[in-house]
């Protein structure tokens, strides 16, 4: 389930970071436009683009710090039950063994 939530995560912040690239593509298209509202919308755009980018760089900060605390405790474990781990990947490579040998 936390996998599938990670997956997720990182599908959605390369999501938000196609739209913003996609969002300022659209804005240099528009840029020689001088109607007031297009350039009240172009600027209302850029401050939330800018806010968007902030966010983004926040949740790549904080899931790269997730990530380096869950290998830096899974590697406490493996080091403090050596066996347990080794009896852990010796089963998961039994089970994999298995389902590719039925095919």
Known sequence: ???MTEVNKSKLLN????????????LRVTS????????NIR???QTQMS?????????QQTAVAKV????HATDEYVHENPWKAIGVAA???LF???LVSRR
């Open 1 to 3: 389930m936390n996998d």
């Open 15 to 26: 999501d938000l970071r196609v739209v913003i690239e996609d969002a300022e593509e659209l």
């Open 32 to 39: 020689n436009q001088a109607s007031d509202g297009a350039a």
């Open 43 to 45: 600027s209302r755009v």
């Open 51 to 59: 806010q968007a980018k902030a966010d983004l760089a926040r949740l």
């Open 68 to 71: 380096k605390a869950t290998s």
């Open 91 to 93: 089963g998961a490579g």
């Open 96 to 98: 994999m063994g298995l």
